[in-house]
DNA sequence: TCGAACTGGAACTAGGTTGGTTGCAGTTCG
DNA sequence: CGAACTGCAACCAACCTAGTTCCAGTTCGA
């Protein structure tokens, strides 16, 4: 959704949008959407103005947006999940799993966010943009 | 957890392990340990035998069972969270989002589980008993 | 200066998932 | 026969996610 809304505001980069017409897109709800583009403003990738007229805007350049600047912004947290608590550490194998998993699942997550690191959100919106000419060509 | 019970199968070969055994380690209980492997056997990495002297062990080699074996049969469905519901089709961009995420969230994936599948559960055994080693060498 | 059009944020809800638990039936083997 | 296992269904508490309601604050134009 963060991503999508991303690509919103990236397609129209002259006027702010209001959270009620990403929410339109989304099919989802207002309250929603600004809480997602609240995170991103957080990690400033984007920016707001209340008041009436007010809306969103992305915080800079679609191609210097990735898809990985989104995740790492609205997502927390690993996401191979661990051990949900401690293994027994007077076992020898528990007492090591921790550590040598935490290592492997890095490398893991972090092959997956260079990977999104290679999509901008400026690619997005050519993707989408390219998608509707296809569609209103014939 | 499903790693590391592998782990555990991966270390002693020759006998099979209980779920009890497995699941001291894990400070866990056999119940949610044998569904665990009930996973893997389904995914044909494990095997179990019942009635007394029962127990689980490895269905091949700790070093043909990959850490992406081990994801696959244990994690269904995506790791990156899709839109809830599809998005508006009136909208030009909500149109196309669902396939151009579909799209660039695949490769991600991709990704992370090729990077899985470069470490063995072997790997592993061998990296705990290492650990292990540097402990009682003190 | 009022009111419409926005954002901001707290509080609450329904539904699904996760790790854990209990109880019991079935299997094997000494 | 009985101890030691797996297999399986049912249930539970805690947590997470998407969604909703309500209201306070900000901006700007008529």
């Known amino acids: 959704m963060a991503i999508h809304a991303l690509t919103m ?11 009620a017409e990403v929410a339109d897109s989304l099919a989802s709800n207002p309250v929603l959407v600004r ?3 609240g995170s991103l403003r957080d990690a400033g990738l984007v920016r707001s103005t209340e008041g009436r007229l007010g809306g969103w805007r992305l915080a800079r350049s679609p191609r210097e947006i990735t898809l990985r600047d989104a995740y790492a912004a609205v997502e927390e947290g690993p ?5 949900p608590h401690p293994p027994n550490q007077a076992c020898e194998v528990g007492r ?5 998993l935490e290592h492997e699942f890095r490398e893991a997550e972090r092959a ?9 959100i400026a690619d997005l919106v050519q993707q989408t943009i390219a998608r509707e000419r296809e569609l209103t060509r014939r």
Do not use: F, K, P
């Not at 505001?9 to 959270?19: V, Y």
């Open 79 to 83: 996401i191979l999940s661990r051990h």
């Open 96 to 100: 090591h799993m921790q550590a040598v």
């Open 35 to 37: 809480r997602i583009l």
């Open 112 to 120: 997956m966010e260079e990977r999104l690191g290679r999509t901008t």
């Open 9 to 19: 505001l990236g397609r129209r980069e002259d006027r702010a949008r209001t959270s």
